[in-house]
């Protein structure tokens, strides 16, 4: 099994990417924002002055690399990110996308992540292992080895195909290993994958997922898409099962908001029942009323950490800005997008909730920005009540214990 991944991402590293790019756009994935995994991992308490040590497991092109190391850099944090991935040509990639941002806080190895003697046990302060543990043969090995890696306050950001709005691929992949074997060449085998999705009747469930058509585009995406050696994806429940089988927990699913019964269910007699579910039950509801999760990316740390978030209503928190577009001169109308679902959302900013945010810059207070708004407790409690859960629910706010000033994420170079 493994020589066939290594084979398949030699000759079509995935995702496609140019290291000329670097130059206009910096690709910055969910799980590597540093105020989310501050937030969700480390309970706000990142401390910045500390050596951070990550691990991406599985790094392929290299998009969570160049994320987490340019956001420390950014910081001027100390660290470095470790990057293993079983293609020498993925590798390649990500080492010349590194070079083209003048990176020097990362190192590169070449190998499988199932071979953790390479590295010293308990290693890491944050792993990412992002679209990896689906195309293993025993993913339940590769959470245990990662688990092994991990420190005992780490994380790991973890993302796995998701069963329900992955809806029509299993099926078609099974068509296809009779259409368009092993034994073909990569290229008649991506000739016939092409001629067979444009022949799919209008009832087949794959071309009635229109979420899906993205993976059809470039020659990596489509064989990743439907020829791929090994592929299987999870439920809620499936993934929290994988973390507990390596004694690890779910800390938080991404974005939080969609995971909640409330965001589609809104009549209080059809939500009553629900009030006493477990957290990954509730999830799991979720996942089955929006039924288009093709991907589930949460963090996950060892069962034995109590971690948990800063507290909203605290004083002492500071709100850190993740991400949102640019805020209004005056109150007004701002359109974000909603992750994981397939619409975008206009969200009416009140005048005292444009000038709360024009105050969160990563280092003031809660109770600093409440000064100077120049709202009273009462008020502005109401104010950050209402803005923040849906703020913090899409991950554009999160919250920290330490200052983390705003990062500037436009493309950077030295």
Request: hydrophobic content about 45%; charged content about 25%; aromatic content about 8%.
């Amino acid at each position: 099994m493994a020589d066939q991944l290594k084979a398949q991402y030699e000759a079509l590293p995935y995702p496609h990417r140019e290291p000329a790019e670097e130059r206009h756009r910096l690709i910055m994935p969910e799980l590597e924002r540093l105020p989310a995994i501050n937030h969700f991992v480390f309970g706000g308490g990142l401390d910045r002055a500390r050596e951070f040590r990550a691990l991406v497991a599985g790094g392929g092109t290299g998009d969570a690399l160049i994320a987490l190391a340019f956001q420390l850099r950014v910081l001027g944090m100390p660290g470095e990110v470790t990057y293993i991935d079983l293609s020498e040509a993925s590798r390649e990639i990500a080492r010349a996308r590194s070079a083209a941002r003048g990176l020097d806080n990362v190192r590169f190895v070449t190998g499988s992540l199932l071979e953790p003697d390479r590295f010293a046990p308990a290693s890491f302060d944050y792993i990412n292992c992002s679209g990896v543990l689906h195309h293993l043969e025993s993913p339940v090995d590769g959470m245990r080895a990662l688990a092994r890696l991990l420190r005992p306050q780490g994380g790991i950001g973890l993302m796995l195909y998701g069963g329900l709005g992955r809806t029509g691929i299993y099926p078609a992949q099974e068509m296809l290993r009779l259409i368009a074997p092993d034994t073909l060449s990569l290229p008649e085998r991506l000739r016939l994958a092409r001629k067979f999705l444009a022949a799919l009747p209008a009832t087949n469930w794959l071309r009635r997922n229109t979420a899906m058509s993205e993976g059809t585009q470039g020659d990596a995406e489509l064989f990743d898409f439907l020829l791929h050696s090994c592929d299987r994806a999870y439920s809620v429940e499936e993934v929290g099962s994988l973390a507990a089988a390596a004694k690890l927990r779910v800390v938080a699913f991404l974005p939080s908001a969609v995971y909640r019964p409330e965001y589609y269910l809104k009549d209080a007699e059809l939500l009553a029942p629900l009030a006493g579910l477990e957290p990954l039950a509730r999830a799991a509801l979720a996942e089955k009323l929006s039924g288009c999760f093709a991907k589930h990316e949460c963090y996950v740390v060892h069962a034995a950490n109590p971690v948990a978030p800063p507290d909203y209503r605290d004083p002492a928190s500071i709100p850190l800005f993740d991400g949102f577009p640019e805020i209004p001169a005056a109150g007004g109308s701002v359109e974000i997008s909603v992750k994981e679902a397939a619409f975008k959302l206009a969200i009416k900013l009140p005048e005292s909730a444009v000038r709360l945010l024009r105050l969160i810059d990563g280092v003031r207070t809660l109770q600093e920005i409440r000064r100077q708004t120049g709202l009273g407790e009462q008020e502005f409690a109401k104010a950050w009540g209402e803005l923040y859960p849906f703020m913090h629910g899409h991950g554009y706010i999160h919250l920290a214990r330490n200052p983390m000033p705003k990062l500037q994420l436009q493309p950077s170079f030295r």
